[in-house]
């Protein structure tokens, strides 16, 4: 039987509820989705960041070790430049 929604006990209740399953289901289709693909730029750009730092460190200490290594049988000035065109010619393959 309907009647007064101010006699019914839960009315505020009730009607707070609905609110918030509004307002929740609002939120699941717009904001979700933005916020799900701004986290996914965020850690992909971080990810590169410091994949790119990763390599570039990477190849630093191959480039000091070959130049260490060829030090050995060569000067250090000879070693140098071997070293640059070796890790250049491997580079370039890549």
């Known amino acids: 039987m309907a009647g007064n929604p101010l006699t019914d006990p839960n009315w505020a209740t009730d ?4 609110i918030i399953d509004t307002v929740d289901k609002v939120r699941d289709r717009t904001t ?6 701004a986290r996914g730029l965020v850690f992909g750009l971080l990810s590169a960041f410091l994949g790119l730092m990763a390599l570039v460190l990477l190849l630093v200490g191959i480039s000091r070790g070959l130049i260490n290594l060829l ?7 000879s070693a140098v430049w071997v070293s640059h065109i070796v890790l250049g010619s491997i580079l370039c393959l890549v």
């Open 71 to 77: 030090e050995w049988p060569l000067d250090h000035d």
């Open 32 to 37: 979700k989705p933005i916020v799900m693909a």
């Open 15 to 18: 009607f707070t509820e609905s």
